[in-house]
């Protein structure tokens, strides 16, 4: 497929998990694709997944929580390829903590990278697509940003969190030509998922109605849909790969 031909890409948290898969799906269907991540070794082994397959790829290593890294990753696309066309805030991580002993330190860690990682993305996107009058966002968010999940407060608040930046900037910017939408997976099998306690993951798979969790390349192809023409009509809307957990 080449659906997305002429696109440039850039995925953040794109060296594993659902990020890779993202990715990857990208580059099948046609577009160049920056692979941002904070580990080096995971970038570099998406980017021979995306030339291996035929595609276009480069790495950008950088913290999203970071303006300066996020300001590199999207020089490096356009010194490349030009302006960023289509970017996939997807950058997180996962931490397993009773509310009553989170340290103030894990609260903002995890605000900085999955809430003010979307921001500083989407901050530096929007302007050129304005300008050029056409572009594609769509941010990771969780299905637990819409339900909440125990021990997981903060996650659920900084996912929740993005699923109204979402929201919000798609009213602001959809007369302008820019879509804005996000994913919120449910449970994936992904290592992040896999780090949960294993008491955590039987009690969430028995609450799913489907039964299982899903794979990275189930939200892979919805943020490829998304990214695409087919979902000309798709704006602030949150769609949800979760195996049924949340039904809307």
């Not at 659902?18 to 904070?38: H, P, S």
């Not at 291996?52 to 303006?67: C, F, Q």
């Not at 990753?73 to 931490?95: D, I, M, P």
Request: glycine share 12%; hydrophobic share 45%.
């Amino acid at each position: 497929m080449t659906r997305l031909s002429g696109h440039n890409a850039i995925v953040t948290g794109a060296g594993a998990g659902i990020g890779r898969a993202i990715a990857v799906r990208l580059a099948t269907e046609g577009a160049r694709v920056v692979v941002n991540d904070l580990h080096s070794a995971g970038a570099e082994k998406t980017v021979s997944l995306i030339v291996a397959g035929g595609g276009t790829a480069l790495t950008s290593i950088g913290d999203v929580s970071n303006s300066d890294d996020v300001e590199a990753a999207f020089q490096q696309c356009e010194e490349n390829w030009g302006s960023c066309s289509l970017l996939v805030n997807n950058a997180g991580f996962v931490q397993q903590v009773r509310f009553s002993k989170m340290e103030t330190a894990d609260w903002d860690r995890m605000i900085a990278v999955l809430l003010r990682g979307c921001f500083l993305g989407c901050r530096r996107a929007i302007g050129p697509m304005i300008d050029r009058g056409s572009g594609v966002i769509v941010n990771i968010a969780s299905q637990l940003g819409q339900i909440g999940g125990a021990e997981l407060v903060h996650y659920s608040a900084a996912k929740a969190g993005i699923i109204g930046l979402t929201r919000a900037l798609a009213r602001e910017v959809s007369a302008d030509g820019v879509r804005v939408n996000a994913v919120a997976p449910g449970p994936i099998n992904t290592d992040l998922v896999m780090a949960l306690s294993q008491e955590w993951r039987d009690a969430k798979a028995s609450e799913l109605p489907l039964g299982r969790f899903g794979d990275p390349a189930d939200v892979a192809a919805t943020v490829a849909f998304l990214a695409s023409e087919d979902a000309a009509i798709y704006v602030g809307q949150t769609l949800g790969p979760n195996s049924g957990d949340v039904m809307l």
